[in-house]
């Protein structure tokens, strides 16, 4: 059953998982009341808007619509956000859409255009604010007035500030009612990636690793195929896709040779990244034979080998290296000066010690698989030189389970 609903639902929150018993202290009640109790009334310029407090039966119902329809656009609309619409008119559904394809159409336009009636006088259910400026595409809102819609709820106020309200306070000036709030914890969780890079310029950052019961990433011989399941992989073979990049080490490089592409059917590859201060990356590296590799070394790096790796398309940038290490921080303002908008780490224990003790993770998710290795040598996920005391542990909030193949999948995120 869960695994059935992880796959349903390629997002990282197991919002089907959360419904089926699983801890989640985060998020509204999922469960649609009987009937609308009230609605709170929010001042701004010009009009007040409603932001809805309790939610209807139908408005949930229709968002969840929308928000399932928004996951289809995971991996193909970045760093866009994923937006899904649906028109209702007389109670029944007339028209669905969603953002489909970077630079494409947004998910209203695509609703309005799959409608199979008029729809004027109906409402438009739509997971993220429409929106009022010029972009790739002409603005959502000026469609919606010219369609006649006469009610639009949302579930997602634009995070990004300088538009925020905006599209919102155009269609009440155009006579549209318009309510917001519906189901925007789960809105939220669907955009995490959107909303932390429209927010500060960098990636979202998500900290992917799998271990055994008794928390080993590798056996004693530092042999780690496979330690999870085959469905727990196939979960990150959709992380792959969902994501615009995928960091490791130069030591995983070296020990794995990993390909790390996005084995899934109609599958999006990410862009790899290789944190290699000392630019030991192997010229035979399979990383090296695919697409979109970026490497961040450091100002000392050979240029003859900086030249080599250019020629096989991968490109290296170089950071400061501080005590020998290539500041990840550093490494997330660059790439979100390139448009990554998400990065999945796939390190080991010291890349992804170097991710936590920056601070720059956003999110961890650990696979447990029901093993043992046992015995002092054999790696765990965090390296380094580790805590010292139990009061300075980092900490995580918000913590899901759910159970996939045999494995448990533990979802946290951090106290940024
Ligand atoms: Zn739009």
């Not at 809102?141 to 599209?167: E, F």
């Not at 992989?233 to 030591?251: T, W």
Request: charged share 25%.
């Amino acid at each position: 059953m869960e695994q059935e609903e992880i796959k349903d639902n390629t997002s990282l929150n197991f919002q089907g998982a959360a419904e089926n018993g699983s801890q989640s202290d985060n998020s509204r009640p999922l469960r649609a009341p009987e009937c609308a109790f009230g609605t709170r009334q929010t001042q701004n310029d010009k009009h007040s808007l409603t932001e809805s407090r309790f939610m209807s039966a139908p408005d949930i119902k229709y968002m969840k619509r929308a928000l399932k329809l928004s996951l289809k656009g995971e991996g193909f609309v970045n760093p866009n956000p994923l937006v899904g619409a649906v028109i209702v008119k007389n109670g029944r559904i007339i028209g669905e859409g969603y953002h489909q394809q970077f630079g494409g159409p947004h998910a209203e336009i695509n609703a309005l255009k799959n409608c199979t009636e008029n729809p004027e006088g109906a409402t438009m259910y739509v997971t993220l604010e429409p929106c009022c400026h010029f972009g790739k595409t002409p603005p959502c809102c000026d469609a919606l007035i010219a369609a006649k819609i006469s009610k639009v709820v949302c579930a997602l106020k634009d995070p990004n500030g300088t538009v925020a309200g905006k599209g919102f306070l155009k269609l009440q000036e155009a006579g549209i009612e318009v309510i917001f709030g519906v189901l925007e914890n789960e809105a939220k969780k669907t955009n995490e990636i959107f909303i932390k890079y429209i927010t500060t310029n960098q990636p979202f950052v998500l900290l992917k690793s799998a271990m055994t019961l008794d928390g080993k990433t590798a056996a004693v011989s530092g042999s780690s195929k496979w330690i999870s399941s085959e469905k727990s992989r196939m979960y990150v073979q959709k992380l792959r896709h969902r994501f615009s990049s995928v960091m490791v080490g130069v030591n995983t490089v070296v020990k794995d040779d990993p390909e790390l592409t996005a084995r899934i059917k109609g599958g999006r590859n990410p862009l790899k990244v290789v944190i290699d201060g000392k630019l030991s990356i192997p010229m035979n590296a399979k990383i090296l034979a695919g697409e979109k590799v970026v490497i961040f070394t450091s100002f000392n790096a050979n240029e003859e080998k900086i030249k080599r790796l250019n020629g096989l398309g991968a490109k290296v940038i170089k950071l400061p290296n501080a005590n020998g290490k290539i500041s990840l921080k550093a490494v997330m303002i660059e790439l979100g000066k390139q448009n990554i908008d998400s990065v999945l780490i796939e390190g080991g224990g010291i890349l992804n010690s170097h991710a936590l003790n920056e601070g720059v993770v956003d999110k961890l998710i650990t696979f447990i698989a029901p093993k043992l290795i046992g015995g002092a040598s054999a790696p765990t996920f965090f390296s380094g030189t580790g805590i010292e005391e139990i009061k300075d542990a980092l900490k995580l909030k918000h913590t899901r389970i759910a159970k996939i193949g045999e494995d448990i999948i533990i979802e946290s995120d951090f106290l940024n």
